[in-house]
Protein backbone atom coordinates (compact mmCIF):
# COMPACT_ATOMS: atom_id res chain seq x y z
CA UNK A 1 0.00 0.00 0.00
CA UNK A 2 3.36 2.45 0.50
CA UNK A 3 3.09 4.36 -3.05
CA UNK A 4 6.23 6.35 -2.21
CA UNK A 5 8.78 6.03 -4.86
CA UNK A 6 12.33 6.75 -4.22
CA UNK A 7 12.93 9.30 -7.08
CA UNK A 8 11.26 11.13 -9.66
CA UNK A 9 12.97 9.40 -12.46
CA UNK A 10 11.70 6.33 -10.67
CA UNK A 11 8.07 7.65 -11.07
CA UNK A 12 8.37 8.42 -14.07
CA UNK A 13 10.32 6.16 -15.59
CA UNK A 14 7.07 4.40 -17.87
CA UNK A 15 5.91 7.57 -19.28
CA UNK A 16 6.68 6.90 -22.92
CA UNK A 17 6.73 9.39 -26.34
CA UNK A 18 3.31 9.80 -27.63
CA UNK A 19 2.10 10.00 -23.94
CA UNK A 20 -1.04 12.59 -22.92
CA UNK A 21 0.29 14.55 -19.66
CA UNK A 22 -1.53 16.46 -17.33
CA UNK A 23 -0.17 18.93 -15.29
CA UNK A 24 -0.92 20.53 -12.38
CA UNK A 25 -0.01 24.33 -11.99
CA UNK A 26 -1.51 28.17 -12.19
CA UNK A 27 1.13 30.09 -13.95
CA UNK A 28 4.23 29.13 -12.33
CA UNK A 29 2.63 28.58 -8.55
CA UNK A 30 2.01 25.23 -7.82
CA UNK A 31 4.16 23.36 -10.72
CA UNK A 32 5.40 19.89 -10.26
CA UNK A 33 9.13 21.13 -10.76
CA UNK A 34 10.87 17.62 -9.57
CA UNK A 35 8.40 15.51 -12.08
CA UNK A 36 8.73 18.49 -15.02
CA UNK A 37 12.56 18.01 -14.14
CA UNK A 38 12.78 14.46 -14.17
CA UNK A 39 10.64 14.50 -17.34
CA UNK A 40 13.10 16.97 -19.21
CA UNK A 41 15.73 14.48 -18.35
CA UNK A 42 14.46 11.32 -19.70
CA UNK A 43 13.94 13.27 -22.99
CA UNK A 44 10.38 11.87 -24.20
CA UNK A 45 8.93 13.48 -26.72
CA UNK A 46 5.76 14.14 -28.69
CA UNK A 47 4.10 14.72 -25.71
CA UNK A 48 0.36 15.95 -25.26
CA UNK A 49 0.11 18.11 -22.55
CA UNK A 50 -2.76 19.41 -20.97
CA UNK A 51 -2.31 22.75 -18.49
CA UNK A 52 -3.74 25.79 -17.60
CA UNK A 53 -0.45 27.77 -19.04
CA UNK A 54 2.92 26.34 -20.74
CA UNK A 55 4.84 27.77 -18.02
CA UNK A 56 7.60 30.50 -19.73
CA UNK A 57 10.79 29.96 -21.34
CA UNK A 58 13.01 29.12 -19.11
CA UNK A 59 10.48 27.85 -16.03
CA UNK A 60 7.87 25.29 -15.48
CA UNK A 61 6.25 23.62 -18.42
CA UNK A 62 8.43 25.78 -21.13
CA UNK A 63 11.64 23.46 -20.08
CA UNK A 64 9.59 20.94 -22.16
CA UNK A 65 9.03 23.25 -24.49
CA UNK A 66 12.02 24.80 -24.99
CA UNK A 67 13.47 21.14 -25.40
CA UNK A 68 10.93 20.52 -28.23
CA UNK A 69 9.45 17.10 -26.25
CA UNK A 70 5.64 18.52 -26.62
CA UNK A 71 3.50 18.01 -29.76
CA UNK A 72 0.46 19.40 -28.82
CA UNK A 73 -0.59 21.85 -25.55
CA UNK A 74 -4.60 22.46 -24.65
CA UNK A 75 -4.55 25.15 -22.50
CA UNK A 76 -6.26 27.94 -21.63
CA UNK A 77 -3.64 30.67 -21.60
CA UNK A 78 0.19 31.17 -23.06
CA UNK A 79 0.79 34.46 -23.10
CA UNK A 80 3.59 34.76 -20.36
CA UNK A 81 6.16 32.29 -22.80
CA UNK A 82 7.72 33.69 -26.15
CA UNK A 83 9.33 30.54 -26.92
CA UNK A 84 5.39 29.14 -27.14
CA UNK A 85 4.58 31.97 -29.34
CA UNK A 86 7.54 30.98 -31.73
CA UNK A 87 6.55 27.66 -32.22
CA UNK A 88 2.84 28.11 -32.65
CA UNK A 89 3.64 30.97 -35.13
CA UNK A 90 6.00 28.82 -37.01
CA UNK A 91 3.51 25.42 -36.51
CA UNK A 92 5.80 23.79 -35.34
CA UNK A 93 3.78 22.98 -32.28
CA UNK A 94 -0.26 21.79 -32.22
CA UNK A 95 -2.28 24.45 -30.20
CA UNK A 96 -5.65 23.33 -28.50
CA UNK A 97 -6.82 26.95 -26.80
CA UNK A 98 -9.78 26.60 -24.28
CA UNK A 99 -11.48 28.92 -21.80
CA UNK A 100 -10.27 28.57 -18.46
CA UNK A 101 -13.16 27.65 -16.96
CA UNK A 102 -14.29 24.66 -19.91
CA UNK A 103 -10.85 23.54 -19.89
CA UNK A 104 -11.15 22.38 -15.77
CA UNK A 105 -14.75 21.17 -16.77
CA UNK A 106 -13.37 19.36 -19.46
CA UNK A 107 -11.30 17.85 -16.99
CA UNK A 108 -13.79 17.32 -14.21
CA UNK A 109 -15.98 15.61 -16.66
CA UNK A 110 -12.66 13.41 -17.64
CA UNK A 111 -12.36 11.76 -14.91
CA UNK A 112 -16.31 11.58 -14.11
CA UNK A 113 -16.54 9.39 -17.07
CA UNK A 114 -18.92 11.73 -18.81
CA UNK A 115 -18.29 12.13 -22.24
CA UNK A 116 -18.57 15.79 -22.91
CA UNK A 117 -21.41 18.51 -21.97
CA UNK A 118 -22.83 21.95 -23.42
CA UNK A 119 -21.50 25.22 -22.52
CA UNK A 120 -22.66 28.76 -23.44
CA UNK A 121 -19.13 29.39 -23.25
CA UNK A 122 -17.54 30.59 -26.47
CA UNK A 123 -20.77 29.99 -28.39
CA UNK A 124 -20.53 32.41 -31.44
CA UNK A 125 -16.64 32.88 -31.36
CA UNK A 126 -13.72 30.81 -33.19
CA UNK A 127 -13.87 28.67 -30.04
CA UNK A 128 -17.46 27.09 -31.35
CA UNK A 129 -15.81 26.53 -34.82
CA UNK A 130 -16.09 22.85 -35.85
CA UNK A 131 -18.71 21.40 -32.90
CA UNK A 132 -22.26 20.74 -32.19
CA UNK A 133 -24.32 23.72 -31.03
CA UNK A 134 -27.65 23.66 -29.21
CA UNK A 135 -29.87 25.92 -27.95
CA UNK A 136 -30.97 25.04 -24.68
CA UNK A 137 -32.57 27.09 -22.04
CA UNK A 138 -32.79 30.20 -24.77
CA UNK A 139 -29.34 30.37 -24.99
CA UNK A 140 -26.31 28.74 -27.80
CA UNK A 141 -24.60 26.68 -26.34
CA UNK A 142 -21.29 24.58 -27.97
CA UNK A 143 -20.54 20.85 -26.83
CA UNK A 144 -16.82 20.45 -25.16
CA UNK A 145 -16.08 16.55 -24.94
CA UNK A 146 -13.87 15.45 -21.43
CA UNK A 147 -10.46 14.88 -21.49
CA UNK A 148 -8.57 12.29 -19.81
CA UNK A 149 -4.81 11.16 -19.72
CA UNK A 150 -2.46 8.45 -19.38
CA UNK A 151 -0.44 10.38 -16.82
CA UNK A 152 -1.27 13.09 -14.30
CA UNK A 153 1.88 15.08 -12.62
CA UNK A 154 0.91 17.22 -9.74
CA UNK A 155 2.42 18.61 -6.16
CA UNK A 156 0.75 18.87 -3.11
CA UNK A 157 1.45 20.35 0.27
CA UNK A 158 1.42 17.19 1.81
CA UNK A 159 0.50 13.77 1.54
CA UNK A 160 0.39 10.81 3.27
CA UNK A 161 1.69 6.89 2.24
CA UNK A 162 -1.41 5.91 1.24
CA UNK A 163 -1.95 8.79 -1.49
CA UNK A 164 -4.24 11.18 0.29
CA UNK A 165 -3.54 14.63 -0.72
CA UNK A 166 -3.48 17.95 0.94
CA UNK A 167 -3.12 21.30 -1.15
CA UNK A 168 -1.83 24.74 0.01
CA UNK A 169 -3.79 27.66 -1.22
CA UNK A 170 -3.41 28.68 -4.95
CA UNK A 171 -1.46 25.93 -6.05
CA UNK A 172 -4.46 23.49 -5.46
CA UNK A 173 -5.84 25.20 -8.44
CA UNK A 174 -6.47 21.82 -11.46
CA UNK A 175 -4.56 19.34 -9.66
CA UNK A 176 -7.90 17.71 -7.55
CA UNK A 177 -9.63 16.83 -10.81
CA UNK A 178 -6.12 15.92 -13.11
CA UNK A 179 -5.69 13.43 -10.17
CA UNK A 180 -9.32 11.65 -11.25
CA UNK A 181 -9.00 11.92 -14.89
CA UNK A 182 -5.72 10.19 -15.38
CA UNK A 183 -4.69 6.51 -15.75
CA UNK A 184 -1.49 7.06 -13.76
CA UNK A 185 -1.75 10.03 -11.19
CA UNK A 186 2.08 10.97 -9.42
CA UNK A 187 2.83 13.11 -6.85
CA UNK A 188 5.10 14.97 -5.72
CA UNK A 189 4.43 16.64 -1.80
CA UNK A 190 6.44 18.46 0.19
CA UNK A 191 5.24 17.03 3.14
CA UNK A 192 5.10 13.19 3.15
CA UNK A 193 3.76 11.57 6.83
CA UNK A 194 2.34 8.38 7.94
CA UNK A 195 -1.55 7.27 7.61
CA UNK A 196 -3.88 8.88 10.23
CA UNK A 197 -1.84 12.36 10.17
CA UNK A 198 -3.92 13.56 8.09
CA UNK A 199 -7.53 14.70 9.39
CA UNK A 200 -10.23 13.01 7.37
CA UNK A 201 -12.19 16.36 6.49
CA UNK A 202 -8.98 17.94 5.51
CA UNK A 203 -8.54 15.67 2.64
CA UNK A 204 -8.74 17.15 -0.95
CA UNK A 205 -7.89 14.00 -2.94
CA UNK A 206 -8.53 10.40 -1.45
CA UNK A 207 -5.58 7.92 -2.19
CA UNK A 208 -7.56 5.64 -4.41
CA UNK A 209 -6.62 8.02 -7.35
CA UNK A 210 -3.09 8.26 -6.60
CA UNK A 211 -0.78 5.73 -7.79
CA UNK A 212 2.83 7.00 -6.98
CA UNK A 213 4.22 9.71 -4.52
CA UNK A 214 7.89 11.29 -4.73
CA UNK A 215 9.02 13.73 -1.98
CA UNK A 216 9.69 16.79 -3.43
CA UNK A 217 12.59 18.86 -2.72
CA UNK A 218 14.73 22.01 -3.40
CA UNK A 219 11.58 24.35 -4.55
CA UNK A 220 12.09 27.05 -6.10
CA UNK A 221 8.55 28.71 -6.24
CA UNK A 222 9.15 30.66 -8.71
CA UNK A 223 7.57 33.82 -9.14
CA UNK A 224 6.29 34.62 -13.01
CA UNK A 225 6.49 38.52 -12.50
CA UNK A 226 8.01 40.35 -9.63
CA UNK A 227 6.85 43.53 -9.43
CA UNK A 228 8.27 46.24 -6.21
CA UNK A 229 6.88 49.48 -5.28
CA UNK A 230 9.71 52.76 -5.08
CA UNK A 231 11.03 53.29 -1.74
Known amino acids: ?32 ENLIAALLAKGVREL ?6 CGTAERGLG ?11 IASYVG ?4 FERQFLSKEIE ?17 AGIGGFFTPTGAGTQVAQGKETRVLDGREMIFETGLKADFAIVRAWKADTFGNLVFRKTARNFSPVMCTAAKVT ?8 KPGEI ?15 VQGRDYQKWIEKRTVRAA
Do not use: W
Not at 186 to 193: K, N, Q
Open 1 to 32: MNKVFESAAAAVADVQDGAVIMSGGFGLCGNP
Open 48 to 53: TVISNN
Open 63 to 73: VLLKGHQVKKM
Open 80 to 83: ENKE
Open 95 to 111: VELTPQGTLAERIRAGG
Open 186 to 193: IVEAEHIV
Open 199 to 213: DPDQVHVPGIYVKRI
